[in-house]
């Protein structure tokens, strides 16, 4: 029987996915659920150790001899930071020690209970991987627990540090198996190499595969899932992600229904997105990328052309939709005379957080740049500056208010130059917040939450030498736009364009009402 503790039972689980088999273990009662399951397994062979500074050289000894990952278990307190001179000599010589700490409830770190001191980053860089798990309560704190666990057995060439807070009861062994726990796998990709052949077999070969590309765009999706509803038959056996954020909250939520998700990153990072993550393609996304799109020309896949007759309609759509004057306008009208003006096609477009990067996924039909790393608003302004200046191309910057003026000292810098163009969407206050569902209901949303102001950007661009424009209505925002594209400028150029938040919120909650007729 294993310990009444999941989370020691998903790393204990985990520990025999990874191939681990040799175990070393400290004596202490708060580590006794780890050393009772690491007994039971009969994958891992365990070796009784008292002193812990011996025991990291024990388990640094066996890893050396069998060039594998070795397991040294201790209780919490002290006897952790006993295993450091073990872990630092590991970590020079690229051994792949996986230390697992038993610790005390984080609620009692640092309340003068026995043992508990801050043992989560305790090795500091000696390790290159250090986790701290949770107790699971529900479905997202088990998914946060098996990928912890992952992401720390992943790493194979160093220490790694896997921190188990356990409360009381301790000794309870009345569970009969381990769980089946998802192994997340790490494969390198190269064109050369047999990985590559072999992700894109299974991928051809799935019933239901689907490719998706993160940033720097990803059009049409939003909307699409929006059509599909819950119809089940668009669900995708197998989703090759091509790492970068994803904008959609409804596209992730749909995702998360895969069966399993690939994802093809450059640095081998695990990024669990839609929460079904089973192996990392460590290598060149564009490679395999263009290795899946060969190969659909060659053999159109059904499930594919399902999905692209869906996108299809929904790119219909976008085309057709007029939308009246309003933040929406804006955005239609600066992206159909971008594409329409053949001098301005290696142009680079800067997309703001929150509104304006949701209008470039409906509208916009090439790649753009945003801050979607952790989508933060105060620095899309000086990010867009900072390309210009390095930049013999036109750059432009769409924008909205909020973030606009958080971030107004970008436009304080000699080194800007006429390549440099802002389109400033001011409906005076934050408007995504008019879009999110209950939020009406706070009386505090609109001054407080929403930052709601009266605020113009004439008086900054007067002060910083950058032409300005503004737009109050339709012929004045075509006007103002052609002027922004095809002015001859030496100083940046800024177009602001006034629009009521209420009707920006009418026209955006339209666009996708029309879109299911």
């Avoid at 580590?31 to 008292?50: G, K, Q, R």
């Avoid at 596209?251 to 229904?257: E, V, Y």
């Avoid at 107004?408 to 008019?434: M, P, T, V």
Wanted: net charge negative; with cysteine.
């Amino acid at each position: 029987m294993y310990s009444s503790k999941e989370n020691v039972n998903i790393l204990t689980a985990l520990l025999v996915a990874h191939g681990v088999k040799h175990a070393v273990c400290c004596p202490g009662s708060r580590n006794s659920p780890i050393v009772h399951n690491l007994n039971e397994c009969p994958d891992i062979t365990c070796y009784p150790v008292t002193d812990e500074r011996s025991a990291g050289f024990y388990a640094l000894g066996m890893s050396q001899c069998l060039k594998q990952p070795v397991v040294v278990c201790v209780t919490s307190g002290t006897a952790l930071l006993n295993l450091a001179p073990a872990v630092a000599e590991a970590y020079y010589q690229h051994i792949p020690l996986i230390v697992i700490s038993a610790d005390r409830p984080q609620a009692w770190i640092d309340q003068l209970d026995g043992q508990t001191l801050p043992q989560s980053d305790a090795l500091g860089r000696f390790v290159s991987k250090a986790v701290s798990l949770p107790e699971p309560h529900d479905a997202e704190t088990r998914w946060y627990c098996n990928r912890l666990v992952n992401e720390a057995l992943l790493e194979k060439h160093a220490p790694v540090h896997i921190n188990v807070p356990i409360s009381e009861p301790l000794f309870d062994y009345n569970v009969a198996e381990l769980p089946v726990e998802r192994k997340i796998e790490l494969l390198p990709a190269d064109i050369t190499n047999q990985t590559l052949s072999h992700v894109c077999r299974m991928f051809m070969q799935s019933e239901r595969p689907l490719l998706i590309a993160g940033q720097p765009m990803n059009p049409g999706y939003d909307e699409a899932v929006c059509l599909i509803g819950d119809d089940e038959s668009y669900v995708p056996d197998l989703v090759l992600y091509i790492g970068g954020s994803i904008v959609s909250k409804r596209l992730k939520r749909f995702l998360r229904k895969a069966k399993e998700t690939w994802v093809v990153n450059a640095t081998g990072e695990v990024t669990d997105t839609f929460m079904n993550l089973t192996r990392v393609i460590q290598g060149d996304a564009a490679v395999v990328e263009d290795q899946i799109r060969f190969l659909l020309e060659q053999q159109p896949h059904p499930f594919i052309q399902k999905w692209e007759t869906l996108l299809s309609k929904v790119r219909a759509h976008a085309a057709a939709y007029q939308p009246p004057y309003s933040q929406m306008a804006a955005v239609k009208c600066f992206e159909a005379q971008l594409m329409f003006n053949v001098q301005w096609s290696m142009v680079n477009v800067h997309y703001a957080n929150s509104t304006a990067i949701r209008l470039a996924n409906i509208f916009a039909q090439h790649s753009v740049y945003c801050n979607r790393g952790v989508n933060g608003i105060e620095g899309s302004l000086s990010t867009a500056a900072g390309f210009s200046v390095v930049s013999e191309e036109t750059v432009f910057c769409v924008i909205g208010d909020l973030s606009f003026f958080y971030d107004q000292n970008a436009l304080w810098n000699q080194n800007l130059q006429g390549n440099f163009r802002i389109l400033l969407l001011n409906n005076g206050k934050g408007g995504i917040f008019n879009l999110l569902r209950g939020l009406e209901q706070s009386p505090a949303r609109d001054k407080y939450v929403a930052a709601e102001h009266h605020t113009s950007a004439e008086g900054i661009c007067q002060q910083n030498d950058i032409v300005y424009l503004k737009a109050e209505n339709m012929e004045q925002l075509k006007q103002g736009v052609s002027t922004l594209l095809n002015i001859n400028s030496s100083r940046p150029v800024l177009l602001e364009v006034f629009t009521d938040p209420a009707e920006d919120e009418r026209v955006y909650k339209d666009y996708y009402k029309t879109l299911k007729i």
